[in-house]
């Protein structure tokens, strides 16, 4: 498995959690990489992307609250995520991204998600 995600958990609504993806194949050095979620019955979307050089996008539903961040000597793409609400309650992955503006179509396979719930 190329990606990894991890740190997902249960929390309550106005948390904070910090999710991390690691690429142990080394495949999207030098990509723009992204973080994606899918909600229970949704189909899945872009929350964040970043560039190598560290420029970003959000979604709009979570613009101000999380932060998407990368480690590129460790291949480690990082999401932290503030005040969080039920709605944030997915499974999260993260994959390389061929476009920032639309922060998709994602680059190569899913690899393992990691589930974040927010109870009320």
């Known amino acids: 498995v190329q990606l990894q995600a991890s740190g997902g958990g249960l929390v309550q609504a106005g948390g904070s959690l910090r999710l991390s993806c690691a690429d142990s194949?080394?495949?999207?050095?030098?990509?723009?990489m992204g973080w994606f979620r899918q909600r229970p019955g949704k189909e899945r979307e872009s929350v964040a992307a970043?560039?190598?050089?560290?420029?970003?996008n959000y979604a709009d539903s979570v613009k101000g609250r999380f932060t998407i961040s990368r480690d590129n000597a460790k291949n480690t793409v990082y999401l932290q995520m503030n005040s969080l609400k039920p709605e944030d309650t997915a499974v999260y992955y993260c994959?390389?991204?061929?476009?920032?503006?639309?922060?998709?179509?994602?680059?190569?396979?899913w690899g393992q998600g990691t589930l974040v719930t927010v109870s009320s």
């Open positions: 994959n390389g991204v061929r476009s920032m503006t639309t922060m998709s179509p994602p680059i190569g396979s």
């Open positions: 970043i560039t190598w050089t560290g420029n970003t």
């Open positions: 194949g080394r495949s999207f050095s030098g990509y723009p």
